[in-house]
């Protein structure tokens, strides 16, 4: 097996239970008081799009405000899913077709970060990945084996399709920390979100460890004649079916009775 | 107006759909055809997925033929038993479609499938539309008429056995040859959204011959039933038809259709041909373009 699953393996233990959790029991670790402006995004007539505010307070043991940095990353996540990933090739030198593809397991349907300063700059690869913070850190689980120069190549392709449609993205510098003492986060929310349950984690890092981490939920789902509408097309196909061809029929014969009338 | 499409998962503006379905509808009423070869592309064109777009716009076909068909009933332009055979070959078409579709999108080249077929057959379309009305054109000025076309089917059609008289359209051949004729077109709109009236005219005049009086009538009723077979296996298969897309395009449309028709009646139909054909071969000429194109994004991601 290659080491990505090992390492998505050991990152669960590692988040479930050992590091902030050691720092805590020596009674010396910060606690992150967070919340978010909304658990709940509607998708609705009329969404184009939301803006979340990740916001919060820091406690630290004793009161006493370390010296130093301290940052602050969150990470919106939406339910991850397994997909495939396509590339074009031109064919015969005249038209692009889909030629190889790469399937992954579990792929975020949605990723978004925003961190103080550049992930690169407050932690090492290694804390990254155990935490998947940033996108070069994403554990995607590829479901094949083997060249990693284009396992690489169809990773990156994943990674700048879905931030060209905005379901990844990753920011400095929309994270504000004042006193040390609050942060505010905004993380953009585009119109094609996808459904589900997203996590909201936050983390406080400082010298290059993950101090404190806390999570909360947030739902996205169609509520109101959304909800209806999607949940008829999915379920009741035929009756669905059948509102449609009432509805075009409806306005076709309309339209004509109207404009005969009309001449 | 931003509207929410709740199957394309997106939001868009509501007057551009509008906007959009009543220039498709304008033309369509003024060349007596769908339209759905339009709309589909522009969807595609303007975000849409194109599995959406192909099972949205076979609705508003619908709604477009439908005040057609109307007009046609009552001159007694409708060839029923020739429409029958055309529809029954259809609905069987709309079932392959269904398959073929579920295969293409799974082998991740319903894309370019949808591309290619659009290319080759507008493309032709376009050309030999182009070009016969081109003659007209030229005839009609020089004031030289052109030599009558024989009607006379296919000599393929001809060799058929079982043959049925069909008394309105004037034919005394085998129902094999709209039965195929009816299927593909079934294949066609359930790939591409399209009600297929710019190939059944055609096929209807040329291969199997039939008078021009029925053509019309009997081509918008073959394309009003297999555009709601084929809403209804896309409801019941994949799920993408999106009443919200096509409740806009619906309202331009059949407002758009009405309006074409009042305007087709002030222009010579040589003139209208040839316009319909430039249009035609503009269509094929984008796709050609965005098939050679390097395109924006290489990759692609669908969810397994």
């Given amino acids: ?200 984690s936050t983390y406080l890092v400082r010298n290059g460890k993950v101090q404190a981490a806390e999570e909360t939920e947030v739902v996205v789902a169609k509520r109101g004649v959304e909800q209806f509408i999607s949940l008829a097309a999915d379920r009741y196909g035929f009756l669905y079916g059948l509102a449609a061809i009432l509805l075009s029929l409806g306005l076709g014969w309309l339209a004509g009775v109207l404009f005969q009338r009309r001449q | ?86 529809v029954f070959g259809g609905i069987f078409g709309t079932g392959a479609g269904a398959g073929l579709f579920a295969l293409l999108t799974e082998l991740g080249q319903i894309d370019t499938v949808i591309n290619i077929i659009y290319v080759v057959m507008l493309g032709g379309i376009g050309t030999s539309m182009a070009l016969e009305s081109w003659r007209s054109v030229r005839a009609l000025r020089s004031g030289k008429p052109l030599p009558a076309r024989k009607r006379r089917h296919h000599p393929l059609v001809a060799s058929l056995p079982w043959r049925w008289r069909f008394y309105r359209s004037g034919l005394y051949i085998s129902p094999i040859a709209p039965l195929i004729l009816g299927f593909l077109t079934g294949v066609l709109t359930m790939l591409l959204g399209v009600g297929g009236g710019f190939i059944m005219v055609p096929a209807m005049l040329y291969i199997l011959g039939m008078g021009a009086r029925v053509v019309v009538g009997t081509s918008l009723f073959q394309i009003l039933f297999v555009t709601i077979a084929s809403t209804m296996m896309h409801s019941v298969t994949t799920h993408a038809v999106d009443i919200v897309l096509a409740l806009f395009l619906l309202v331009g449309s059949v407002t758009g259709a009405q309006i074409g028709a009042r305007f087709a009646q002030k222009l010579p139909p040589e003139y209208l041909r040839l316009a319909l054909s430039c249009i035609v071969l503009l269509v094929a000429l984008r796709m050609v373009i965005g098939l050679g194109w390097r395109p924006a994004e290489i990759f692609t991601v669908q969810p397994l």
């Fill in chain 1, 1 to 200: 097996m290659s080491w990505r699953p090992a390492c998505a393996l050991a990152s669960l233990l590692l988040v479930g239970t050992t590091a902030p959790a050691a720092a805590q029991q020596q009674g010396q670790a910060p606690i992150l008081v967070p919340d978010v402006s909304q658990h709940q995004i509607e998708l609705r007539s009329g969404f184009t799009g939301a803006e979340l505010l990740l916001f919060g307070a820091i406690a630290y043991p004793g009161g006493r405000i370390p010296d130093g940095q301290i940052d602050i990353v969150v990470v919106i996540e939406g339910p991850r899913t397994p997909i495939t990933v396509r590339e074009k090739a031109k064919l015969g030198g005249l038209i692009w077709v889909n030629a190889e593809s790469n399937s992954y397991r579990t792929a975020p349907s949605f990723y978004a970060v925003a961190s103080s300063r550049p992930i690169a700059d407050i932690m090492d690869d290694r804390e990254a990945y155990v935490y998947e913070i940033g996108l070069k850190h994403l554990q995607l689980s590829p479901l094949q084996v083997g060249d990693t120069q284009e396992q690489l190549r169809f990773r990156d392709g994943l990674i700048a399709t879905n931030m060209a449609d905005g379901r990844f993205a990753q920011s400095t510098g929309s994270v504000e920390i004042s006193q040390k003492l609050l942060y505010s986060a905004r993380i953009a929310i585009p119109a094609s979100v996808p459904e589900g349950r997203y996590d909201a």
């Fill in chain 2, 1 to 86: 107006m931003d509207i929410y499409l709740p199957i394309a998962n997106l939001a868009v503006n509501g007057f551009v759909i509008i906007a959009l379905g009543a220039l498709v509808g304008f033309l369509s009423g003024m060349f007596g055809v769908g339209g759905g070869f339009l709309t589909t592309p522009l969807l595609i064109f303007y975000g849409i997925p194109p599995t959406v777009a192909a099972a949205s716009a076979s609705s508003q076909v619908t709604g477009a033929s439908v005040s057609g068909i109307f007009a046609h009933l009552k001159r007694g332009g409708v060839d029923f038993r020739m429409g029958g055979v055309l």
